[in-house]
């Protein structure tokens, strides 16, 4: 049974800093393409970040190029997002999702195979 949980949401003011974490169980990680998607109130989920199996490449939304950062830990079977001067637009759900052998621009969600439950952000201005 894949679990993916994502932990590390919270509320911190604009400018402020989160880093969210995605575990995985029940999968060999190190053959997935980890994505963090996001889902603010009233809006669709949308792409935000990806980093591929080997962590060799990563890519992100223009939203947030130059303030989040993606990685991930094989070792440990953990996915980040580390994330900077957050606006209150960054306010969403954050989801992880995991497709195995996936490319680094893969952005459509419907691609992925599983998908966590969400921890929520919120960024207060």
């Known amino acids: 049974q894949v679990q993916l949980v994502e932990s590390g949401g919270g509320l911190v003011q604009a400018g402020g800093s989160l880093r969210l974490s995605c575990t995985a169980s029940g999968l060999t990680f190190s053959l997935y393409t980890m994505g963090w998607f996001r889902q603010a109130p009233g809006k669709e989920r949308e792409f935000v970040a990806t980093i591929t199996w080997s962590g060799g490449m990563t890519y992100y939304a223009d939203s947030v190029k130059g303030r989040f950062t993606i990685s991930r830990d094989n070792a440990k079977n953990t996915a980040y997002l580390q994330m900077n001067s957050l606006k209150a637009e960054d306010t969403a759900v954050y989801f992880c999702?995991?497709?195995?052998?996936?490319?680094?621009?893969?952005?459509?969600?419907?691609?992925?195979?599983?998908w966590g439950q969400g921890t929520q952000v919120t960024v207060s201005s």
């Open positions: 999702a995991a497709l195995q052998y996936g490319t680094a621009y893969v952005v459509r969600e419907r691609a992925y195979e599983y």
